[in-house]
């Protein structure tokens, strides 16, 4: 792949709503700074928070250095922060906040970004249609983009009222890391793989972001969100357009949306029959014991909020009609993985017929988008030896031996688009009303919540969902083994 020098952006401030929050805190402020670090800030621009708590200029910077400290991938570096720390200004907020900005802010272009709740982006959306009308400016939005579909078009309304949905950039973040955007690379720069993308020859794929932490104090958050909502609606379904879409005709930012929102379209409305939803209770998870998620500070004790969901999926499209996608995300599991498997069509014994060999594995192929970032293909080998024993074996890349450089952050990656204008990695206004279609008969008719123990799979009614051999067990160790001919 052709690498280009990354631009420095054109002279703009950025505004952070919610800019002593735990977003901030933990990716924005650290992804600036290591921005900074790249000289990929613009040359001239102010970064401006802003939220309730009563900091001032001087606190705002504390917070953020310690921010850096503790989150950024690189630690503090003097010579960075000394350029960093005098962009940052910090306003606490208040209806009026907006008008009391101007000089702070002088750069010709500027971009708010709403790292705030749901529930506080319709107020400061009206503020901004006040003071956006002076001056070319751009909004970045963090998911949930609604709670539904109608909810959503609303959201996607108030946003037009603002700035022309070629200013707005809706983050999934899953969409800023390299792993994810590998796949694009993957898919359509060999044509090994293209040739067997489809349902000639693949028997279902696995999508899976589990977790192995717990709510913890986001307890009254979540209640009003579950993992339908949080993941499945987003970086899952987001996971899924780009395993199914077709070649876009360009790398430009439409020609990719367009293919991404064609698969969105073609899901097939998901009813409950195809879901099953699981709430964790207490055990042990992430090597820590974990109260249940109905003990959570916030959440209600007789709770029906899913911390785990499971789905069945059809994309009804010419290459993956009657292929099944099987999805799945939780809370407090057994690991950390997020990966995307598919399993190809099981081979005609009769070759075999007189050999030791009764039934061969299918062949998998693995995408491992985190931790151990990396692809892997399993299939079938004969054992050394005088009889004809098969066995499964791996080809894998890992990223950690085939480049040797750390990955940026997502959020360095989309911090960096939005300030030159490149909206490929983002989401665009159809893309997330296809989405919220797609769920809404299973959101008007939620399934029970199963419980199951923090550190397990999942709940048992999960189980019985994939076909034999079932789900990719994630407490596998998915990683290479040391020397090339690792068991499959
Ligand atoms: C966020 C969800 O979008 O993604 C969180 O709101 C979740 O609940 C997080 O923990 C997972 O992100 P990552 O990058 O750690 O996989």
Same mark, same amino acid.
């Given at each position: 792949?052709?690498?280009?020098?990354?631009?420095?952006?054109?002279?703009?401030?950025?505004?952070?709503f919610?800019?002593?929050?735990?977003?901030?805190?933990?990716?924005?402020?650290?992804?600036?700074?290591?921005?900074?670090?790249?000289?990929?800030?613009?040359?001239?621009?102010s970064?401006?928070?802003?939220s309730?708590?009563?900091?001032?200029?001087?606190?705002?910077?504390?917070?953020?250095?310690?921010?850096?400290?503790?989150?950024?991938?690189?630690?503090i570096?003097?010579?960075?922060?000394?350029?960093?720390?005098?962009?940052?200004?910090?306003?606490?907020?208040?209806d009026d906040?907006?008008?009391?900005l101007?000089?702070?802010?002088?750069a010709p272009?500027?971009?708010?970004?709403?790292?705030?709740?749901?529930?506080?982006?319709?107020?400061?959306?009206?503020?901004?249609?006040?003071?956006?009308?002076q001056?070319?400016?751009?909004?970045?939005?963090?998911?949930?983009?609604?709670?539904?579909?109608?909810?959503?078009?609303?959201?996607?309304?108030?946003?037009?009222?603002?700035v022309?949905?070629?200013?707005?950039?809706?983050i999934?973040?899953?969409?800023?890391?390299?792993t994810v955007?590998?796949?694009?690379?993957?898919?359509?720069?060999n044509?090994?793989?293209?040739?067997?993308?489809n349902?000639?020859?693949?028997?279902h794929?696995?999508?899976?972001?589990?977790?192995?932490? $717990?709510?913890?104090?986001?307890? +009254?958050?979540? &209640?009003?969100?579950?993992?339908i =909502? /949080? *993941?499945?609606?987003?970086?899952?379904?987001?996971?899924?357009a780009?395993?199914?879409?077709?070649?876009?005709?360009?790398?430009e930012?439409?020609?990719?949306?367009?293919?991404?929102?064609?698969?969105?379209?073609?899901?097939?409305?998901?009813?409950?029959?195809?879901?099953?939803?699981?709430?964790?209770?207490?055990?042990?998870?992430?090597?820590?014991?974990?109260?249940?998620?109905?003990?959570?500070?916030g959440?209600?004790?007789?709770?029906?909020?899913?911390?785990?969901?499971?789905?069945?999926?059809?994309?009804?499209?010419?290459e993956?009609?009657?292929?099944?996608?099987?999805?799945?995300? $939780?809370?407090a599991?057994?690991? +950390?993985?997020? &990966?995307?498997?598919?399993?190809? =069509? /099981? *081979?005609?014994?009769?070759?075999?017929?007189?050999?030791d060999?009764?039934?061969?594995d299918?062949?998998?192929?693995?995408?491992?988008?985190?931790p151990?970032e990396?692809?892997?293909?399993?299939?079938?080998a004969?054992?050394?030896g005088?009889q004809?024993?098969?066995?499964?074996?791996?080809?894998?890349?890992a990223?950690?031996?085939?480049?040797?450089?750390?990955?940026?952050?997502?959020?360095?990656?989309?911090?960096?688009?939005?300030?030159?204008?490149?909206?490929?990695?983002?989401?665009?206004?159809?893309?997330?009303?296809?989405?919220?279609?797609?769920?809404?008969?299973?959101?008007?008719?939620?399934?029970?919540v199963?419980?199951?123990?923090?550190?397990?799979?999942?709940?048992?009614?999960?189980?019985?969902?994939?076909?034999p051999?079932?789900?990719?067990?994630?407490?596998?160790?998915?990683?290479?083994?040391?020397?090339?001919?690792?068991?499959?």
């Amino acid at each position: 792949m052709v690498t280009a020098a990354l631009p420095v952006p054109p002279e703009q401030d950025l505004v952070v709503f919610g800019a002593s929050g735990d977003l901030a805190r933990r990716k924005l402020l650290p992804a600036l700074y290591n921005l900074e670090g790249s000289g990929l800030l613009p040359d001239r621009g102010s970064i401006v928070g802003l939220s309730l708590d009563p900091l001032d200029d001087s606190g705002f910077r504390d917070l953020a250095r310690a921010a850096v400290a503790e989150f950024s991938r690189t630690g503090i570096d003097e010579g960075t922060w000394e350029r960093f720390a005098p962009r940052l200004h910090f306003r606490q907020s208040s209806d009026d906040v907006l008008h009391h900005l101007e000089e702070l802010l002088s750069a010709p272009q500027r971009v708010y970004y709403l790292a705030v709740p749901p529930s506080a982006f319709d107020p400061l959306l009206q503020q901004l249609r006040q003071a956006s009308a002076q001056r070319r400016a751009g909004i970045i939005i963090e998911k949930p983009f609604g709670h539904d579909l109608p909810s959503a078009r609303r959201l996607n309304r108030a946003l037009h009222h603002v700035v022309p949905e070629e200013r707005v950039f809706r983050i999934d973040h899953y969409l800023g890391k390299e792993t994810v955007q590998n796949l694009l690379v993957f898919r359509f720069g060999n044509t090994l793989f293209q040739r067997i993308w489809n349902r000639d020859v693949v028997d279902h794929v696995q999508l899976t972001v589990a977790e192995d932490i $717990g709510v913890d104090d986001r307890g +009254r958050l979540y &209640e009003e969100t579950g993992a339908i =909502r /949080d *993941v499945v609606q987003n970086h899952l379904f987001q996971l899924l357009a780009l395993t199914c879409m077709g070649a876009p005709t360009s790398f430009e930012a439409d020609a990719l949306r367009d293919e991404k929102v064609k698969v969105l379209r073609a899901i097939r409305p998901i009813e409950p029959a195809d879901v099953v939803r699981g709430q964790y209770t207490a055990g042990r998870a992430g090597g820590q014991p974990l109260r249940g998620y109905r003990q959570i500070p916030g959440v209600a004790h007789d709770s029906t909020t899913e911390t785990y969901a499971a789905l069945q999926v059809h994309v009804d499209t010419w290459e993956w009609a009657g292929v099944p996608f099987f999805l799945r995300t $939780g809370k407090a599991l057994v690991t +950390r993985r997020t &990966e995307i498997v598919l399993r190809f =069509r /099981d *081979v005609p014994l009769h070759f075999f017929q007189g050999t030791d060999i009764a039934r061969l594995d299918p062949n998998r192929l693995t995408v491992r988008i985190q931790p151990e970032e990396g692809i892997s293909l399993s299939f079938n080998a004969k054992e050394p030896g005088p009889q004809v024993v098969e066995q499964s074996v791996r080809m894998d890349f890992a990223y950690g031996t085939s480049f040797r450089t750390q990955p940026a952050e997502a959020y360095e990656r989309l911090l960096h688009d939005v300030m030159v204008g490149d909206h490929t990695l983002f989401i665009r206004e159809d893309e997330t009303e296809a989405a919220w279609a797609a769920l809404d008969p299973v959101l008007q008719r939620l399934p029970p919540v199963h419980p199951y123990p923090a550190g397990s799979q999942g709940p048992e009614a999960a189980a019985a969902m994939v076909p034999p051999p079932g789900w990719h067990d994630l407490s596998h160790h998915a990683a290479p083994l040391p020397g090339s001919a690792a068991p499959g």
